[in-house]
């Protein structure tokens, strides 16, 4: 299985999160599935590819040009695709993956949550998407979307379209599970989307 794990490029976190990305690259290489990254060498981005490949399993980096030419591309990837742009790298991953993984990570990394949760809440694909937070740093997103539900801008099964994981194994789990479809109704459409 590919493997599209969204995680942090910060230099500036606490180094546990560091080694939480290196654990998910080693069982990632372990279990036999290719890791498929933002194409980073740096941070939890470089540390999940590295352990991956060092484990020895298989890594496909997609990064756009800018970021090559910042020198921050894990030269060392399997196959490392450069695109022109961030859109065209988030496009790229979606279509190379058979599930989702999303670490704890900064604005880039929730922009990668909410455009595969959105699809997923619209139907669009029913590949696993898991959230691994043993730290907690996503708690103020689950309040903050459960506060939306009760106002009405969204619907109950927006939490049947993502799982919430504490540690690598039952991230796994998860991620190697049979997904259930999410399918909106017509009038829950706008609620998914808007």
């Known amino acids: 299985m590919n493997i599209c794990v969204y995680c942090a490029s910060s230099l ?29 060498s740096v941070s939890c981005m470089g540390a999940v590819t590295a ?7 298989r890594t496909v980096g997609v990064i756009p040009q800018a970021l090559v030419d910042m020198e921050v591309a894990d030269e060392e990837s399997d196959e490392l695709i450069v695109t022109a742009d961030m859109r065209e790298r988030k ?3 979606d279509a190379r993956s058979d599930a989702f993984l999303v670490l704890p990570g900064g604005i880039g990394t929730l922009e990668e949550l909410f455009e595969i949760w959105t699809a997923r809440v619209l139907g669009l694909h029913d590949r696993p998407l898991v959230i691994l937070d043993p730290y907690g740093l996503y708690d103020p997103l689950k309040t903050l979307v459960d506060g939306m539900y009760e106002q009405g801008f969204t619907r109950p099964d927006v939490f049947d379209a993502i799982s919430w994981t504490s540690t690598v194994t039952e991230a ?13 109704s017509v009038a829950e459409l706008g609620e998914a989307a808007g």
């Not at 180094?15 to 933002?38: C, D, F, M, P, Q």
């Not at 352990?51 to 399993?57: F, I, L, N």
């Not at 998860?174 to 909106?184: D, F, K, M, N, S």
């Open 12 to 40: 500036n976190i606490d180094k546990k999160y560091i080694e939480l990305a290196a654990n998910v690259g080693t069982e990632l290489a372990r279990r036999g599935h290719t890791l498929v990254s933002g194409g980073g």
């Open 51 to 57: 352990a991956t490949r060092a484990a020895g399993g």
């Open 91 to 93: 496009g790229i991953m």
């Open 172 to 184: 796994f789990a998860a991620l190697e599970a049979r997904t259930q479809p999410v399918r909106p």
